[in-house]
Every structure is written in structure tokens, then in C-alpha cells.
């Protein structure tokens, strides 16, 4: 019930095109569902942040759609660039509890110019 | 020096070697946090500190020792390692332990291959 199911493993897109990943939970006590990116030789760095009260969010390219009552949220890059290929991992916690953030298995995503 | 920093980046060890990975935050934060990236698998928290007291170890097997001598340290100190931890660790920071939504900041990491 811990678990953050994420999908796909790798996605390979042409530049321009839209990208998305998936990612489901179990827990309802989630609450907060960030997304991290992680480029080559670097750590994961915070990309954008959703809570379930609104079903969309957006940040420049990326969006965020969330689907509070079948668990599942997905980011979507729009016009995506070869600088956006990076590894990328959903994630989830509750938002003002004291709670460990629950990874996914992170997403390879290659752009092709 | 900005941000999370982890020493060394790259590190080749044998079974019987004993070893210690550093991460030290320029952030001010109270949280630290180790851990373990391996391919195709979740991140996978093993130990959490907050203001220098161990307040979570996951089920880390005991040849990973962590220290935290000061808030902006952190150590892991590996021993009779094998194989199978070959990995990324990560070493990150957050402000507080108190909500979920604090960001946590990532360092590089250190690249962790144990023959």
C-alpha cells in the first residue's frame, strides 16, 4: 500500500512531441504528489507539485493532470526539447504529516532532435 | 559552496574494504537523508536524521553505519560490503522533518561499486 506504480520504464519522443508518465498509489493518505528530475551525474531536483484538491496543474511545459479517484497522476511535457531528456520520478507523502516521500521507479525519457 | 555536496563521487571498494561516504548541506536545513539508487528500482530511503538524532533506519543491513556529528554532516560508513550494494547513494536535505511537502534537496551522489 506504500508503493507508487510508475510507467513507463523508458519512453523515447521526438523533439516537439508530448511525453507522459504515469504513476498510480494505493495509500489515500497521500497527499502530495511531487514530480523530481534527475539529469545524468546529478541528484534528483524537485520539478513540480501537485495536491489532489486541484486536478491540473501547470508550470511552463510541464503539467501535471491528477485523477484523485482512480489514484493515478501523469506529467505531460509540452513542445519537449533534447535538454529535457533525464530520468524522471513520481513521488508521494502526506502533505503537513511528519511522512516519508514514497519514490517511483523513475521514467528514462530520451528526446530526439 | 551551494546546496549538497557528497564526497567522493566515485568509489571502487573491495569486500573486506571499510570506507565512508560524506554529504555536507550549505542550506541550513535540519533533515538529512541517505539513499540508495539502483537501476530500475524506487529510490530507497535507509536512514533519516533530524537535528542530528537518528529518527529512522529502514531495515539497513549493519555493515551501513550513518553518523551525524552536526546538522550540515552527514556520513555513511560502509564495511564488508557486498556485491549487491553497488549502487548510487544519494544523500539529500530538507528544512524539517515536520511536513511532507518540504522539498528535499539531492546531492550528485556517489557511485558506489564494491567488487
Known amino acids: 500500500q506504500q508503493q507508487v506504480k510508475q510507467s513507463p520504464q523508458s519512453l523515447i519522443v521526438q523533439k516537439g512531441g508530448i511525453p507522459i508518465i504515469n504513476c498510480a498509489y494505493e495509500n489515500t493518505a497521500f497527499d502530495y504528489f511531487p514530480w523530481y528530475q534527475q539529469f545524468p551525474g546529478k541528484g534528483p531536483a524537485l520539478l513540480i507539485a501537485i495536491r489532489p484538491d486541484v486536478s491540473e496543474k501547470k508550470e511552463g511545459r510541464f503539467t501535471i493532470s491528477f485523477n484523485k479517484s482512480a489514484k493515478q497522476f501523469s506529467l505531460h511535457i509540452m513542445d519537449s526539447q533534447p535538454g529535457d531528456s533525464a530520468t524522471y520520478f513520481c513521488a508521494a507523502s502526506g502533505y503537513s504529516s511528519a511522512s516519508k516521500i514514497i519514490f517511483g521507479s523513475g521514467t528514462r525519457l530520451s528526446i530526439r532532435p | 559552496e551551494t546546496g549538497v555536496t557528497q564526497t567522493p563521487r566515485h568509489l571502487v571498494m573491495g569486500m573486506t574494504n571499510k570506507k565512508s561516504l560524506k554529504c555536507e548541506q550549505h542550506l541550513g536545513h535540519n533533515a538529512m537523508y541517505w539513499y540508495k539508487q539502483s537501476a530500475k528500482k524506487p529510490l530507497e530511503l535507509m536512514f533519516v536524521y533530524s537535528l542530528e538524532e537518528r529518527v529512522e533506519n529502514n531495515s539497513v543491513p549493519s555493515r551501513f553505519s550513518p553518523e551525524c556529528p552536526n546538522s550540515s554532516h552527514l556520513f555513511l560508513h560502509l564495511h564488508t560490503l557486498q556485491p549487491e550494494d553497488s549502487a548510487l547513494y544519494l544523500c539529500?536535505?530538507?528544512?524539517?522533518?515536520?511536513?511532507?511537502?518540504?522539498?528535499?534537496?539531492f546531492g550528485p551522489g556517489t557511485r558506489l561499486t564494491v567488487l
Open positions: 539529500a536535505s530538507s528544512q524539517d522533518l515536520g511536513q511532507g511537502s518540504d522539498t528535499q534537496y
